[in-house]
């Protein structure tokens, strides 16, 4: 199993990125995939997750209404819009993988439960 992250960078407060999360090595459409994200001096938390089976998405609420997720099936890959982007979005991103049943909301919190991490991608955001 593999997984890539992808799209981060340098960008202004109030710009837009598109994290993208390539995987390879399982049934993509049977599982999920959930985004974290870790700041500098900060654990790791979980932002995001698509049910992949049936594509139900998940937010924390920390990012609901900026923070769009999304799959493409098709090309195995998981996307991570983000908009209006603030100061304290300034983290390396990492998408995992979760190939169990039942994933939920709180599943994002569990992160011992993913089995297989990216390498994440380092985003940035300039005031």
């Known amino acids: 199993v593999q997984l890539v992250e992808s799209g981060g960078g340098l960008v202004q407060a109030g710009g837009s990125l598109r994290l993208s999360c390539a995987a390879s090595?399982?049934?993509?459409?049977?599982?999920?995939i959930g985004w974290f994200r870790q700041a500098p001096g900060k654990e790791r938390e979980g932002v995001s997750g698509?049910?992949?089976?049936?594509?139900?998405?998940y937010y924390a609420d920390s990012v609901k209404g900026r923070f769009t997720i999304s799959g493409d099936n098709a090309k195995n890959t998981v996307y991570l819009q983000i908009d209006s982007l603030k100061p304290e979005d300034t983290a390396v991103y990492y998408c995992?993988?979760?190939?169990?049943?039942?994933?939920?909301?709180?599943?994002?919190?569990?992160?011992?439960?993913?089995?297989?991490w990216g390498q994440g991608t380092q985003v940035t955001v300039s005031s």
């Open positions: 995992a993988a979760y190939l169990h049943n039942l994933f939920e909301i709180g599943t994002l919190q569990r992160l011992d439960e993913f089995d297989y």
């Open positions: 090595g399982f049934t993509f459409d049977e599982y999920a």
């Open positions: 698509i049910n992949l089976s049936d594509g139900t998405t």
